[in-house]
């Protein structure tokens, strides 16, 4: 009676078009659940996020849930979750993404689940780091370790999501450094993001990990973007 009542006064909101949500929905509706635009990277070694890191740093696999388009069902989602505190919207992609990525051979190897972090002074401001919850769940549907202490973000910057191209890009490698023991040798490092744009960031994060010798770097996020 109590949860009828509030719920009739504070309804629950869907995450990817924000209308109400029904008794038997959570977090995202249906109708969200059935369009959501899913890229099947999983199935293809060679997938066009594995394809963006060429060139630029040795990656073992790359892939990601779903494709962001701007005013999108997606964007609403990451928006709500980075920006909105909608933290179980990672914990919610992590668990569904979890279940095709135990398909992937690759992936077998995983030693540790490293998320990308934020500087200190931005994870002040924002409460959290987005990505956490997605980590988290991924680490318990695939029963890896996480660790969010190895690799640190040593400089703040304003949010990526407002700089241009060059911008994003531009002393990025010199961001991150990682914290390792020798127990950190020779360990296969699934690193996890919310967003592959250019992948600069993720590229300075997997040249800081490969600082530790013996270690190779595989790659999830929950979205990525058409440019």
Same mark, same amino acid.
């Given at each position: 009676?109590?949860? =009828?009542? #509030?719920?009739?006064?504070?309804?629950?909101?869907?995450?990817?078009?924000?209308?109400?949500?029904?008794?038997? !929905?959570?977090?995202?509706?249906? #109708?969200?659940?059935?369009?959501?635009? *899913?890229?099947?990277?999983? @199935? &293809?070694? !060679? &997938?066009? $996020?594995?394809?963006?890191?060429?060139?630029?740093?040795?990656?073992?696999?790359? =892939?990601?849930?779903?494709?962001?388009?701007?005013?999108?069902?997606?964007?609403?989602?990451?928006?709500? @979750?980075?920006?909105?505190?909608?933290?179980?919207?990672?914990?919610? *992609?992590?668990?569904?993404?979890?279940?095709?990525?135990?398909?992937?051979? !690759?992936? %077998?190897?995983?030693?540790?689940?490293?998320?990308?972090?934020?500087?200190?002074?931005?994870?002040?401001?924002?409460?959290?780091?987005?990505?956490?919850?997605?980590?988290?769940?991924? %680490?318990?549907?695939?029963?890896?370790?996480?660790?969010?202490? *190895?690799?640190?973000?040593?400089?703040?910057?304003?949010?990526?999501?407002?700089?241009?191209? @060059?911008?994003?890009?531009?002393? #990025?490698?010199?961001?991150?450094?990682?914290?390792?023991?020798?127990?950190?040798?020779?360990?296969?490092?699934?690193?996890?993001?919310?967003?592959?744009?250019?992948?600069?960031? *993720?590229?300075?994060?997997?040249?800081? @990990?490969?600082?530790?010798?013996?270690? =190779? #770097? %595989?790659?999830?996020?929950? $979205?990525?973007?058409?440019?």
């Amino acid at each position: 009676m109590f949860k =009828s009542l #509030i719920n009739l006064f504070f309804p629950k909101t869907c995450s990817g078009c924000n209308n109400n949500l029904t008794a038997n !929905e959570t977090i995202i509706c249906t #109708i969200c659940r059935h369009d959501i635009p *899913l890229t099947n990277h999983y @199935l &293809n070694q !060679e &997938n066009e $996020a594995f394809k963006k890191f060429y060139g630029r740093v040795a990656v073992r696999h790359v =892939s990601c849930f779903v494709y962001f388009h701007k005013k999108g069902i997606v964007q609403e989602m990451i928006h709500n @979750l980075k920006y909105r505190g909608h933290e179980e919207v990672g914990t919610l *992609l992590g668990n569904w993404y979890a279940e095709d990525l135990k398909k992937v051979s !690759e992936l %077998s190897t995983v030693d540790c689940i490293i998320p990308v972090p934020l500087h200190k002074r931005k994870l002040r401001e924002r409460g959290y780091n987005q990505v956490t919850n997605f980590a988290l769940a991924l %680490s318990q549907q695939l029963s890896l370790p996480y660790d969010d202490t *190895l690799l640190i973000r040593k400089v703040y910057s304003k949010t990526q999501s407002k700089k241009n191209l @060059l911008g994003r890009t531009e002393g #990025i490698q010199s961001t991150f450094d990682v914290n390792y023991s020798e127990q950190d040798h020779n360990k296969h490092f699934l690193l996890i993001d919310d967003v592959i744009t250019t992948g600069a960031t *993720l590229e300075a994060c997997s040249k800081a @990990l490969l600082k530790i010798p013996g270690a =190779s #770097i %595989s790659i999830v996020c929950m $979205a990525m973007t058409d440019s």
